[in-house]
């Protein structure tokens, strides 16, 4: 671990499920980490969508206790939060420079280093799985795999472009004002949980709106910022050394990005599921969608296991742990082929 010098460490205990946040220093500022599980244990690394952080995008997930149980029986999970996104932010100041996603993706690299960690799983939604797929391609040993929730990979088009301009200046002139959250819902969820005059919106959607409330708008801004100005990087996906398990909901609005990204990775490790009825935020809006894949996808490394079992201290991550057998596509399962696979709601 590093030096108690580079960093500030904060009990979390009560406030967000028990986890414990470090204040990590970068080169290119602080950077949030919440660390929930033994950190003897392979580490999973998560990085959420944009006005987001570990509560609001992947609670859902995680208080899915199959799925909490799989993750947490497996890994120590590592919350990484944008720059101003965590719990109690500050405002990050204008004197401070707006980060581009390379910065972004450079500030997982020293967080790694900070806690000793060799190569890690990674677990990001959309604007976070852009910045996680970033990273592998530029430190391919550090990543094992990458389990993305509707991903981007091509520079904004011009009507994304447009739409987070608008959503940028809003942020900029007026705050977190009322237009600037219903944007970012619709960004998250699908029509059905939103609801409308005749049906309330569900109960993640009002959790999500009042958390977007405490976030600093000017924080906001600056992670829109570098989102909105993100290279396209297709032309690396079919470079990556990793395996790839992409989740994206049918109403998303990055469904057909998803579908690009799938069609340019490497067809022998990677993997499509289709969520039907669902947005962008399949962590929160039907997390339990994403239970049987990723059983298939962590048997791919040997991972999952039944928790009575006993297990070695040495990481079955390591890669000298993988049977040559686990690496090859039909390990991975039948529902992990890859071709499309749709998940009804009854599942």
Known sequence: MGDSSDSVSVDMEGIAFGGKEHLIKTCHGPVSVAVFGDQ??????????????????????????EACSLLLH????????????????????????????????DQIVEVLNYFGLGA?????VT?????????????????????LVSPICKAPSWTEWLYNKVMSNLLYFYGMCGVVKEL???????????????????DIVQACRRSLEERQSSNVWRFLEAINGRPDITEGLRKLQCRSLIFVGDNSPFHSEALHMISNLDSRYSAL???QACGSM?????????????????????????????????????????????????????????IKTRISLEV
């Open 74 to 105: 497996n890994f120590c999970i590592y919350h990484i939060s944008p720059p101003g996104h965590e719990l109690g932010a500050a405002d990050i100041g204008p004197d401070n420079p707006v980060l581009s996603a390379d910065d972004l993706a």
């Open 273 to 275: 599921v289709e969520v």
């Open 184 to 202: 970012l819902l619709k960004r998250y969820f699908s029509k059905d949980v939103r609801g409308n005059a005749q049906v309330l919106e569900s």
């Open 127 to 147: 604007a976070g799985a852009y910045i996680l797929t970033l990273f592998a391609m530029k430190y391919r040993p550090r990543v094992l795999g990458l389990i």
């Open 120 to 124: 890690v799983m990674c677990l990001g």
């Open 40 to 65: 003897d244990k392979p580490a999973l690394v998560t990085y959420p969508d944009l006005s987001l952080n570990h509560v609001s995008c992947f609670q859902g997930l995680f208080f899915c206790p």
């Open 282 to 338: 399949v962590t929160e809006e039907q997390p339990h969608a994403m239970l049987i894949p990723l059983e298939y996808f962590l048997m791919g490394y040997g991972l999952y296991r039944p928790s009575q079992l006993s297990v070695s201290p040495r990481s079955p991550l390591s890669p000298s742990c993988i049977a040559p057998e686990l690496l090859s596509p039909e390990s991975m399962g039948l529902k992990l082929k890859p």
